[in-house]
């Protein structure tokens, strides 16, 4: 990066492992685009089109509003305008950057965490899309858990520890994100585990079933299914580790309509759901839960020990199954549910093997992630 832009993955770094004070994300696009997608803690001055005329004037009236003894990192869609506001503040005395390809960067950024307490699990974190994947490994071996589509992530997380990687999963046919889980294990001749309920068209991938395991060095990455998601949806137990997929986050479960958003079909995915969570929860107070997605959430790693989650008031939904309210749990769910992922549908048609990626199949996944219930 050059002294007038910083790059997506630094911001990342500053705001989630360092001290946040040291960075000041100023974001310039619209409103309606800040609203539906930005970073956390983020200051919005919308001044998107007036920056594409080169007109600095509502800029400069909020210059007494920017913080002139920290640095300013300069947020908008791909680069461009934010460059502009950065150059501009810099001629004001302001230490400004312009985010490297704003917020398309910001999608594309993996930051990779060990779990405290949890012996043998790497988790990796989208700040930008809210996806989280996962490498488990034991001796020299390693399997890849929901791995994105920047499948260099995960071989470089592997050769950082001298890791072999033996095998591919996927929780479950991802509505969200292209997972890279087939084109990584095709490139390492590995096997790629999926539910045979969530395989679509694919041909290729070894079923998961449920109380099999995996063999990861010496230790064995144990199947739960956990259907409600989609029919197919696993949740993986790995020592101390509840590796729950989209089945369980840490405020909220996965919901249960992008399958089938008729109501009927809707609840009776959500029933699956509240019974799949049932049999989750009567696992020991111990055990870590380690989601696939987040919200807003900005600890890091992301993990909750299952005894203190349901203990929280912070998932309601969950709150429901420790009362065994299953009627309250369904109707919470069809009442609350969100828009739908953006372009989940290709996205899903892409994951079960019914049609090749284009060109833009970067831009497919870019955007708030909405694969929470409530």
């Excluded at 770094?13 to 696009?29: A, G």
């Excluded at 001055?45 to 300069?74: C, F, G, K, N, R």
């Excluded at 993996?110 to 012996?119: A, I, K, T």
Aim: with cysteine.
């Amino acid at each position: 990066m050059s002294n007038t832009t910083i790059d997506p993955s630094a911001v990342a770094r500053r705001l989630y492992t360092e001290n946040t004070e040291d960075v000041f994300v100023l974001d310039v696009r619209n409103e309606a685009a800040y609203d539906e997608w930005h970073i956390e803690g983020s200051t919005l001055i919308p001044i998107y089109d007036e920056l594409l005329e080169y007109d600095y004037s509502t800029l400069e009236s909020h210059v007494d509003e920017l913080p002139e003894d920290t640095e300013i990192a300069v947020m908008c869609v791909a680069g461009i305008t934010s460059s502009r506001a950065a150059e501009f503040l810099r001629t004001h005395g302001f230490d400004a950057k312009s985010v490297a390809d704003g917020m398309n960067g910001w999608g594309r950024v993996h930051r990779q965490y060990e779990v405290e307490g949890v012996d043998g699990v790497v988790q990796i974190v989208r700040p930008g899309t809210g996806c989280v994947s996962y490498l488990v490994h034991d001796g020299d071996e390693a399997v890849v858990i929901d791995p994105s589509q920047y499948i260099d992530e995960y071989l470089s997380a592997a050769d950082e520890r001298g890791l072999e990687i033996v095998g591919i999963a996927d929780t479950h046919a991802h509505a969200d994100h292209v997972s890279g889980a087939r084109r990584l294990a095709g490139e390492l001749d590995v096997p790629y585990y999926l539910h045979e309920e969530d395989s679509g068209s694919l041909n290729g991938s070894t079923a998961l079933v449920d109380g099999e395991s995996i063999a990861v060095g010496e230790r064995d990455l144990n199947v739960i299914d956990t259907p409600g998601h989609t029919p197919g949806s696993v949740s993986f137990a790995f020592g101390d580790a509840l590796l729950s997929g989209d089945t369980l986050f840490l405020r909220s479960v996965g919901r249960p309509d992008l399958e089938d958003g008729a109501e009927e079909a809707v609840r009776t995915a959500a029933s699956q759901l509240f019974d799949s969570l049932e049999e989750l929860t009567e696992l020991d107070d111990e055990r870590v839960v380690l989601p696939g997605h987040f919200s807003s959430e900005s600890i890091r790693p992301l993990a909750t020990d299952l005894g203190d989650l349901r203990a929280e008031t912070t998932n309601e939904l969950l709150s429901y199954v420790a009362e065994g309210n299953e009627e309250a749990f369904v109707e919470t769910i069809v009442d609350s549910l969100a828009d739908e992922p953006a372009n989940y549908n290709e996205i899903k048609q892409i994951n079960w093997g019914e049609q090749q990626p284009g060109d833009d199949v970067e831009e497919l996944e870019l955007g708030p992630n909405n694969c929470a219930a409530n």
